[in-house]
Each structure stands twice: as structure tokens, then as C-alpha cells.
Nanobody, 126 residues
Framework: QVQPVESGGGLTQIGGALRLSCVAS????????VAWFRQAPGKEREFGAG????????NYADSVKGRFTISRDNAQRAVSLQMNDLKPEDTAVYYC???????????????????WGQGTQVTVSS
């Protein structure tokens, strides 16, 4: 089992950048699909970006495509989310999630993930 732990959130202005990190506090993310979700106040949790279990496939939500980049380190212990050109609508709590059995076509589905971090707040001021 892994326990994702997020860090790197904060406050920035429109057009700014932040880098989020998700570390496996126990073990590694090897053989796990890992994804970033976000939840704004009063809204449902939504998919942002994710890696398949093999790491060979990455997927992005249309709302972040071209601005966000998900990556993982060679040791498979951390997954990062580089967020550029941030907008006020990116303001949310960002969660890292991991799962060992999820299929690639379900990467976007929050209900399929067994392991979640505590979340980190990202605020983009207008």
C-alpha cells in the first residue's frame, strides 16, 4: 500500500506558476496509476491529469491541457504537477490519488482510486 502526501500548494496571481508534488510515504508508485484531482468550493471533484499503471500513458483534462504537465521521478516515489499560466478557475484543493488495479480508460474516475492524499490548496488571485 502507498499513502500519497501532497505539497507545494499556495497563492499566486493570474498567469503564475506552481509545482505540486505527491510523495509515496510508504513504498513507491511502481505499478500504481497516479492522478491529480481538484475540488473547488461547491463543486464536484474533477480529474486534472494522470499516469497509467505502467507510466506509459498520460492523460489531461481539457481544462488544463497545454498548461499543466504531470511527471514522475525515476525512483517512482514522487509524481509532480507543474502548473503554468494559472487562472482563477484553477483555484481548488488539489488531491493526489493512486490505485493498483485501475484501467487506463478509467483514469479520470475518482471513484476508482483507493488511496488519497490530504490535499493541498491552490489559490489564484484575480
Amino acid at each position: 500500500q502507498v499513502q500519497p502526501v501532497e505539497s507545494g500548494g499556495g497563492l499566486t496571481q493570474i498567469g503564475g506558476a506552481l509545482r505540486l508534488s505527491c510523495v509515496a510515504s510508504e513504498g513507491t508508485f511502481r505499478t500504481y496509476a497516479v492522478a491529480w484531482f481538484r475540488q473547488a468550493p461547491g463543486k464536484e471533484r474533477e480529474f486534472g491529469a494522470g499516469f497509467s499503471r505502467t507510466g506509459g500513458y498520460r492523460n489531461y483534462a481539457d481544462s488544463v491541457k497545454g498548461r499543466f504537465t504531470i511527471s514522475r521521478d525515476n525512483a517512482q516515489r514522487a509524481v509532480s504537477l507543474q502548473m503554468n499560466d494559472l487562472k482563477p478557475e484553477d483555484t481548488a484543493v488539489y488531491y493526489c490519488a493512486a490505485d493498483r488495479t485501475i484501467i487506463t480508460s478509467s483514469l479520470y474516475d475518482a471513484s476508482q482510486y483507493d488511496y488519497w492524499g490530504q490535499g493541498t490548496q491552490v489559490t489564484v488571485s484575480s
